[in-house]
Nanobody, 113 residues
Framework: QVQVVESGGGLVLTGGSLRLSCAASGSISMFYIMSWYRQTPGNQREFVANIWSDGTANYADSVKGRFAISRANANDTVYLQMHSLKPEDTAVYYC???????WGQGTQVTVSS
């Protein structure tokens, strides 16, 4: 069984930066994908970025050039570095481990203008 825990959310001004962390533990597969999604009230969860076990990364168009996903395989931790944050980035950010998916509890990111 796999558990996922996010951390690093908070309040930041427009144009600022934040780094989210996601730690996976348990029976981690050799081949897996770690993803970040975000959700605002009344809306569906939307894809932000993911990274495969071989290091391949993918991004939503809305965050390309501003967000960067990376991993530290030694401790099965994934990071989402967010720069040039905008008010529309405000959401609860969720980490997901696949196969599963297994979701974390979410972490709030608020970008204030």
């Amino acid at each position: 069984q796999v558990q996922v825990v996010e951390s690093g959310g908070g309040l930041v001004l427009t144009g600022g930066s934040l780094r989210l962390s996601c730690a996976a533990s348990g029976s981690i597969s050799m081949f897996y994908i770690m993803s970040w999604y975000r959700q605002t009230p009344g809306n569906q969860r939307e894809f932000v970025a993911n990274i495969w076990s071989d290091g391949t990364a993918n991004y939503a168009d809305s965050v390309k050039g501003r967000f960067a996903i990376s991993r530290a395989n030694a401790n099965d931790t994934v990071y989402l570095q967010m720069h040039s944050l905008k008010p529309e980035d405000t959401a609860v950010y969720y980490c997901a481990y696949s196969p599963g998916p297994v979701w974390g509890q979410g972490t709030q990111v608020t970008v204030s203008s």
